[in-house]
T-cell receptor, first 115, second 113 residues
Framework: QKEVEQDPGPLSVPEGAIVSLNCTYSNSAFQYFMWYRQYSRKGPELLMYTYSSGNKEDGRFTAQVDKSSKYISLFIRDSQPSDSATYLCAMSANAGGTSYGKLTFGQGTILTVHP | DGGITQSPKYLFRKEGQNVTLSCEQNLNHDAMYWYRQDPGQGLRLIYYSQIVNDFQKGDIAEGYSVSREKKESFPLTVTSAQKNPTAFYLC????????????FGDGTRLSIL
């Protein structure tokens, strides 16, 4: 079983829809949670970064973390064709030694927003 | 502009050949990372370095080697021992610490001739 599970999709929605992307994880030591967006043939770019449980909003994007359920989500409101990309969740534990700074990624969800 | 530069963008390897992928950053980050990305899979960690002249194996280090002689540079060599090297290789950097997000370059796509 993978430490982080993410539905690979693909997910196709009409422009203006609300998109929900999710990841589940098994390692209770994870405390830092990130969402990256990756366009084709490009590197991932950081979208959202949260610590522990709770919500964080940035423009049309909202990240939620529920540590009790080991579940994180990214919501995109008023989705645009330019949001079409692969979305990767990533997380890390607050640990010292060789684990310090290591990220564990989900498989990525391919999202297409059509006009 | 600060960022991470990976070169070349595309690379082809012959059987039995070693190839080296370049990664340079001007973000003044202490930590640097190499990941491999295969279709339909997330990123898997190959090697990482928290400080100059020191590096650790990640989850899939076999068939790869790295060096960290300068803070700005973290080249990755794909050796002939790596039997399935075709993939998208991503370099990242970040401030040292488990609570710091990483920033990525735009990758090198390696293929076998």
């Amino acid at each position: 079983q993978k430490e982080v599970e993410q539905d690979p999709g693909p997910l196709s929605v009409p422009e203006g829809a609300i998109v929900s992307l999710n990841c589940t994880y098994s390692n209770s030591a994870f405390q830092y949670f990130m969402w990256y967006r990756q366009y084709s043939r490009k590197g991932p770019e950081l979208l959202m970064y949260t610590y522990s449980s709770g919500n964080k909003e940035d423009g049309r994007f909202t990240a939620q973390v529920d540590k009790s359920s080991k579940y994180i989500s990214l919501f995109i409101r008023d989705s645009q064709p330019s949001d079409s990309a692969t979305y990767l969740c990533a997380m890390s534990a607050n640990a010292g030694g060789t684990s310090y700074g290591k990220l564990t990624f989900g498989q990525g969800t391919i999202l297409t927003v059509h006009p | 502009d600060g960022g991470i530069t990976q070169s070349p963008k595309y690379l082809f390897r012959k059987e039995g050949q070693n190839v080296t992928l370049s990664c340079e950053q001007n973000l003044n980050h202490d930590a640097m990372y190499w990941y491999r990305q295969d279709p339909g899979q997330g990123l898997r960690l190959i090697y990482y370095s928290q400080i100059v002249n020191d590096f650790q194996k990640g989850d899939i280090a076999e068939g790869y080697s790295v060096s960290r002689e300068k803070k700005e540079s973290f080249p990755l060599t794909v050796t002939s021992a790596q039997k399935n090297p075709t993939a998208f290789y991503l370099c990242a950097s970040g401030r040292t610490g488990g609570d710091q997000p990483q920033h990525f370059g735009d990758g090198t796509r390696l293929s076998i001739l």
